[in-house]
């Protein structure tokens, strides 16, 4: 979302400007559906000293800590575009997760009202899904690898979509603003590029483990797999 806000600020910029929201879910950690979703991120470890001998001498067992399983949030991030004398949201932009594509009423159904309500209003709404895995709206279900969808709002006409493949150039989509504004452009794939190297995920991924699912099409698994040997040699020879 940072990179997105950063290619987007100074073009919007000066009668508009963005602003990044977020909307917090506490999870129940009995729910199963969230096991499939969220990584079990909590560490047991082993206390720092021995307890204490108790009174009749006897050795008490060392526990185990544990941190307690309550609480568990999931933060979702969101830009609103705002205009800057009225403060009123003119755009809101989603990059969709595994969270708010899996099924269920704190996931999937809260992403969809939260998207008819806005797509119903004279907010433009774009939402960005770079998962493969996960439901889909009906309309882009089944389409593509990957799609960014623009609803202009206050109109009735037909979504905006682009569509792209794995092997495809990520498009630089619309971004639109107030009726008398042109549409400012954000370039999917330099944003891609730019959290890529942000995040120095060419250390942190990898590469060499099986791809997760859904199964590629064998014509993008090959290709996969040669890009991937091209990059690990090219790592070893460094």
């Known amino acids: 979302m940072n ?13 508009f400007y963005v602003d990044i929201q977020q909307h917090v879910t506490i999870l129940n ?4 559906a969230i096991r499939h979703v969220i990584p079990d991120v909590y560490v047991a470890e082993q206390p720092p000293v021995a307890p204490p001998p108790s009174r009749t001498g006897a ?8 941190e307690p399983l309550e609480q568990l949030e999931i933060h979702e991030r969101f830009l609103e575009i705002r205009d800057r004398r009225s403060r009123e949201v003119i755009t809101i ?3 969709l997760s595994t969270w708010n594509k899996a099924a269920g009423k704190d996931r999937w159904d809260t992403f969809q009202t939260k998207r008819r309500q806005v797509m119903a209003s004279h907010t ?21 690898d990957y799609y ?15 569509h792209f493949d794995l092997r495809d150039r990520l498009p630089t989509i619309a971004v639109p603003l107030r009726a008398s504004y042109e549409d400012v452009p954000l370039d999917l794939s330099a944003v891609l590029t730019d959290v ?5 995920y060419a250390e942190s991924i990898d590469y060499m483990s099986d791809i997760p699912s859904p199964r590629l099409r064998p014509a993008d698994r090959q290709w996969a797999s040669k890009r991937i040997r091209n990059w690990a040699d090219k790592r070893l020879s460094q």
């Open 148 to 162: 960014a969808l623009l609803k202009r709002g206050g109109t009735i006409g037909p979504y905006e979509v682009w």
């Open 196 to 200: 890529y190297r942000r995040a120095r």
């Open 59 to 66: 050795v008490i067992t060392q526990p185990t800590l544990v």
């Open 29 to 32: 950690p009995e729910d199963e």
């Open 124 to 144: 433009h709404w774009i939402e960005i899904d770079l998962l493969r895995a996960g439901r889909r709206p009906a309309e882009v279900a089944g389409k593509s």
């Open 3 to 15: 990179s997105i806000s950063d290619s987007l600020a100074e073009l919007v910029s000066p009668d």
């Open 93 to 95: 932009l989603e990059v």
